[in-house]
């Protein structure tokens, strides 16, 4: 059971990466429509200029460790102590999982926040004036939580990775899923600009694309080491 996570890694790094380029590929065109995704767009940039400036650890900070909190509860395990500093933090449970480990790394919880606060909202009042600002601070957030996440996975490798079954295991399974959640937010902030659908065969045609010209290449290499390994 030792190496189950990381070969499950490995066969997972190739649909991946595939769905990687596959994402982009969608979700470029679709975010091109600056008549429609302007307000999105401005705040992902304001965002980019606020890491530059180095500020805002704190604020992830707190935000990875709530969202550990709330995957453990959402798991039925009790929390027992939340600790925030600038540069660091924790969160005690009586027990873990993968999900609990690794739910601050594809999770972007500032933006789940902000879009309850704005359905709370549109509950209540007419909030459609308010939407360009709902968007950017959606753009804002997504990239929040893309930036910090890329600059944390980027470094030393995290205990949670660990907890979860290893780098190996843990950084392909992170890929995907944030593709996959960049696909779905795009999908709810704009209904009409991405087809689920479209974007689902495209991601599942380059996966298996890249599983077969896998198959071919260690074909290849067994054939020609056949060859040379005859007497």
């Not at 380029?21 to 992902?44: D, H, I, K």
């Not at 360009?132 to 600059?151: E, I, K, V």
Request: with cysteine; charged share 10%; proline share 5%.
């Amino acid at each position: 059971m030792r190496f189950l996570k990381p070969a499950i890694g490995v066969a997972l790094a190739p649909a991946a990466l595939a769905g990687a380029w596959a994402t982009g590929a969608a979700l470029a065109p679709a975010l091109g429509r600056f008549s429609v995704t302007f307000p999105l767009l401005a705040g992902a940039l304001l965002c980019l200029a606020f890491h530059w400036t180095g500020r805002g650890r704190r604020l992830y900070v707190a935000a990875h460790e709530l969202t550990h909190a709330l995957a453990a509860v959402f798991s039925g395990v009790r929390v027992r102590k939340i600790s925030v500093r600038r540069n660091s933090g924790y969160v005690l449970t009586d027990s873990g999982n993968a999900f609990i480990s690794l739910a601050p790394y594809f999770v972007p919880f500032y933006t789940l926040a902000v879009s309850a606060a704005y359905w709370t909202a549109g509950r209540f009042w007419d909030v459609s004036q308010l939407r360009p600002w709902f968007l950017a601070a959606a753009g804002f957030t997504l990239a929040f939580h893309l930036l910090h996440t890329a600059d944390i996975l980027a470094g030393p490798v995290q205990s949670d990775l660990r907890n979860a079954g290893g780098p190996v295991f843990s950084l392909p399974l992170l890929l995907l899923l944030n593709c996959l959640g960049l696909a779905a937010a795009l999908k709810l902030l704009f209904p009409g600009l991405l087809s689920l659908k479209a974007y689902a065969g495209r991601v599942l045609q380059a996966q298996g694309d890249a599983y077969s010209a896998i198959y071919a290449a260690a074909l290849r290499l067994a054939n020609t080491a056949k060859i040379y390994m005859r007497p």
